[in-house]
């Protein structure tokens, strides 16, 4: 097993390993629920973590994830409705993916 990823936002470190499993790539969370235990242990070690079940995977991750952190950064959210080209459904700005069939939002 090979740490691949982690950060103080729980909320990231969940969106990261959802991205690796929903492209088929094995991982794991740790220390999703220790950071109660911060104090007692040093706070950097009571981070969430993504680990990598088999590290020939980190290639293939390590592309989702830059993929990942430039889209977030380069597109800001809409100023207006949008509709999924899947179901047509009309989605909210501030959403990325259709809430009814999950598929992602145009670029």
């Not at 729980?10 to 911060?38: H, M, W, Y």
């Not at 592309?63 to 409705?81: G, I």
Request: glycine letters at 2%.
């Amino acid at each position: 097993m090979k740490r691949f990823y982690k950060d103080f936002d729980q909320f990231r470190v969940r969106q990261i390993f959802e991205l690796l499993e929903d492209a088929g790539i094995p991982c794991t969370i740790k220390n999703e629920f220790i950071q109660g235990a911060s104090g007692e242990i040093p706070h950097h070690e009571a981070l969430p973590e993504v680990w990598l079940i088999d590290a020939q995977w980190e290639t293939k991750a390590t592309k989702l994830l830059r993929e990942f952190e430039s889209d977030l950064q380069s597109h800001d959210a809409p100023a207006s409705d949008w509709a999924c080209r899947c179901c047509h459904e009309v989605n909210e700005p501030q959403f990325r993916i259709c809430w009814k069939c999950e598929a992602p939002r145009p670029i």
